[in-house]
């Protein structure tokens, strides 16, 4: 990789020059370099970033079509992450893990998915019409967390449908922990399998050595990273990468065109452009600094009596791959609150937001945009919450059963989906057909997939994930009807 090249920002840097050259405009976007705006949004954030606000014109390219700094700014991306093919993404990673499915995916055949999926995964196989196979991951009973699928596990599901021609990963997941990616990969290129991988927690990997291999390191045919979740991209700014051998990148082309909205902000993409290049010429001295902050506080919230937070141990006792140390899972149930209410504390006593929360931990992101300060506060406010917070006890949390991904398939996800289907209450849907994706959100791993029968341990589970003050999508308003297919 040639890190001057890497300095350069074509697309940003057209999109600046059109800008400043204040061209009488007769285009979209309607507000007109912000001429238009609201005076309290204009007041509020500025007037630049409205004149950069564009569309496609000659200067600054087409993402549908890329011949000029939006194709010379994704062959940047493409050199840096080590792709044949990099294309910039402004519906978030799961558009792309739309095309990767669409792409590889036949309708009506077998794909072998770790059940750990996000929903937009689940939405590919039900656009497609693919059947998954599902591979269970390895869940840990004592801190009940789900961690990642196992090399062997992976195996099996490979010997069991020798013809499977695609396997669907999600590597690191959402708490950091990682496959054995270069052992699964090579393994199932051997078989002849094309392997696609849900990165969006992975955008940084490529560009320090202590962090776990990149999925494009490890030989990965497809993956897909959430820029703007981990590294410098605006929210919704993500990045999809491909290699030639097995995948067709003019498919890949077309499918993009089809699933992802004609009228991209070039906002977004301006700030994949100048996340690669940073990522790509200093990536490696800011993630040092990242990395080291993450340590440093697991080591302090790890003294913390009642409070822990795991780190590579974890992946030696399940056989996996490996851990990105900058998530920090916090388990909280032994000082007797969810992490529902400790991550509620943060936020209103302490004025401290974390990413996540379910029953057990609370999940925070270290990322290249903290600070020493940040983790400070956050190690304060936890030795605070564990002295001054346990009146607050639950006492039946650790009757929680976890029955996820025990579900057995009825019906095709798309199928199900496309059924005739009523909405019955939540608490009488035991032994019906789930019609619906279901997640508890974050992190939108679905707890129910179209097609799946719905156990009493399920019903069980989301009415106490209720009771617990989760957020469940694919309920209605107030969390009392599902959909279920009417048969």
């Known amino acids: 990789m040639n890190n001057d090249e890497q300095l ?18 007769f285009h979209t976007p309607g507000h007109k370099s912000g001429k238009g705006i609201s005076t309290r949004f204009r007041k509020f954030v500025g007037n630049k970033i409205f004149s950069i606000d564009l569309t496609t014109l000659d200067e600054i390219d087409s993402l549908q079509k890329p011949k000029g700094v939006i194709k010379e700014a994704q062959a940047l991306a493409a050199r840096a992450y080590g792709a044949d093919r990099s294309y910039f993404l402004v519906n978030g990673t799961s558009v792309g893990n739309h095309a990767m499915v669409l792409t590889a995916c036949d309708p009506g055949s077998k794909v072998i998915v770790t059940r ?8 590919g196989l039900i656009l497609i019409g693919a059947e998954p196979v599902f591979v269970k991951p390895k869940i840990d009973g004592q801190l009940k967390l789900t961690l990642n699928a196992a090399f062997d596990d992976i195996k099996d599901a490979i010997e069991s449908n020798p013809e499977t021609k695609t396997l669907f990963l999600t590597t690191p997941n959402y708490y950091g922990v990682c496959v054995d990616l270069k052992k ?18 992975g955008p940084h990997l490529k560009f320090h050595k202590d962090l ?4 494009l390191e490890a030989g990965a045919d497809m993956c897909v990273q959430s820029t703007h979740k981990i590294i410098g991209g605006m929210t919704q700014a993500s990045m999809l990468h491909a290699r030639r051998e097995r995948v067709d990148i003019d498919i890949l082309t077309n499918i993009l065109k089809l699933v992802q909205t004609t009228s991209p902000s070039y906002i977004l993409m301006a700030s994949l452009d100048l996340a690669r290049m940073q990522m790509a010429t200093e990536g490696e001295k800011l993630l040092s600094k990242t990395i080291k902050l993450a340590e440093e506080a697991r080591t302090k919230i790890n003294k913390i009596q009642g409070i822990s937070c795991f780190g590579k141990e974890i992946i030696n006792k399940y056989g996996l791959g490996d851990l990105d140390i900058t998530k920090l899972t916090i388990t909280v149930k032994d000082i007797g609150l969810t992490g529902y209410q400790v991550s509620q504390l943060l936020n209103t006593k302490y004025d401290i937001q974390v990413e ?17 300060d940040d983790l400070k506060r956050l190690v304060a406010a936890l030795e605070d919450i564990a002295a001054t917070e346990n009146q607050l006890k639950l006492t039946d949390i650790d009757e929680i059963k976890l029955p996820l991904f025990e579900n057995k398939p009825a019906m095709s996800p798309r199928e199900a989906f496309f059924a005739k289907n009523r909405f019955i209450n939540v608490r009488e849907s035991a032994g019906k057909i789930c019609s619906e994706i279901i997640t508890v959100y974050p992190p939108g791993i679905p707890v129910l997939i179209p097609g799946e029968i719905i156990s009493e341990d399920i019903v069980d589970y989301l009415n106490k994930m209720i009771e617990l003050g989760g957020t469940i999508d694919g309920l209605n308003e107030d969390n009392t009807l599902i959909g279920v297919v009417d048969r």
């Open 356 to 372: 996540m929360a379910d029953p057990y931990h609370i999940l925070v992101i270290v990322s290249i945009g903290d600070r020493r």
């Open 8 to 25: 350069r920002t074509p697309l940003f840097d057209a999109m600046v020059q059109l800008a400043e050259s204040k061209k009488i405009s």
């Open 116 to 123: 750990n999926a996000h929903k937009s995964v689940i939405a």
């Open 212 to 215: 776990p291999i990149s999925a």
């Open 184 to 201: 699964i990969i090579a393994y199932a290129h051997e078989k002849g399998i094309a392997v696609l991988i849900d990165e969006a927690h």
